[in-house]
């Protein structure tokens, strides 16, 4: 069956502008949440959604926001981008319906440089 | 909050066997996973501890220790490809329920 599939693979944008990362996750899976990764910081958690519910959000600024459409499909939006939000955005999704750890899919990422 | 700790590198040759160990600070403790990421590609699922004791999958074993709040993924008979990174993730009622990553391991397999 097809993989998490994230677009755009690949974007470039300038300070002050905003930014919108899709992710759609393996079928018949309704959990999908977003991590942050840079070097040297690991990954960093974002978001979590369960059934278009937000179940669980990191800590980052307001400037990052996301959605699950009933499709189970994400979106997550950075706006006011700064030069520290460069990095390779993941989106991974599960078919876990409860706070187990369990196997996430992730997705090959969207890497975001702004210059 | 949690913390987790794992080293950074570790070098090793083809059929050695290299284990990387991961503690963490938490309480309300849900389970412990590992995952690998090749560089440029997207981390994959090795395995997940939710109790103690001694996974084995091939030649990736993940061993976990609720009481020493520690485990670690023993790689065995080390190939090429192993080169990767390796992450531990916990997920912990103090945490509310977040999934945390380690900062990963970068495993360097030589000739």
């Known amino acids: 069956k097809a993989g998490v599939t994230q677009t755009p693979r690949y974007l470039i944008k300038t300070r002050g502008q905003q930014v919108t990362l899709s992710c759609s996750p393996i079928s018949g899976h309704r959990s999908v949440s977003w991590y942050q990764q840079t070097p040297g910081q690991g990954l960093q958690f974002l978001f979590e959604?369960?059934?278009?519910?937000?179940?669980n959000k990191g800590n980052f600024p307001g400037r990052f926001s996301g959605r699950q459409f009933s499709n189970s499909r994400s979106e997550m939006n950075v706006s006011t981008l700064e030069l520290g939000d460069s990095a390779l955005y993941l989106c991974?999704?599960?078919?876990?319906?409860?706070?187990?750890?369990?196997?996430?899919?992730f997705g090959e990422g969207s890497r975001l440089t702004v210059l | 909050g949690q913390s987790l700790e794992q080293p950074s590198e570790v070098t090793a040759v083809e059929g050695a066997i290299v284990q990387i160990n991961c503690t963490y600070q938490t309480s309300g403790f849900y389970g412990l996973s590992w995952y690998q990421q090749h560089d440029g590609g997207a981390p994959t699922f090795l395995s997940y501890n939710g109790l103690d004791g001694l996974e084995e999958t091939g030649r990736f074993s993940s061993f976990l220790s609720r009481s020493d709040s520690y485990g670690y993924l023993l790689l065995q008979e080390l190939q090429m490809k192993d080169s990767a990174s390796y992450f531990c993730?916990?997920?912990?009622?103090?945490?509310?329920?977040?999934?945390?990553f380690g900062a990963g391991t970068t495993v360097t397999v030589r000739a």
């Open positions: 993730a916990v997920r912990a009622l103090s945490n509310d329920y977040k999934l945390s």
């Open positions: 991974a999704s599960s078919i876990l319906t409860d706070r187990g750890i369990g196997e996430l899919f």
């Open positions: 959604y369960f059934s278009e519910t937000q179940r």
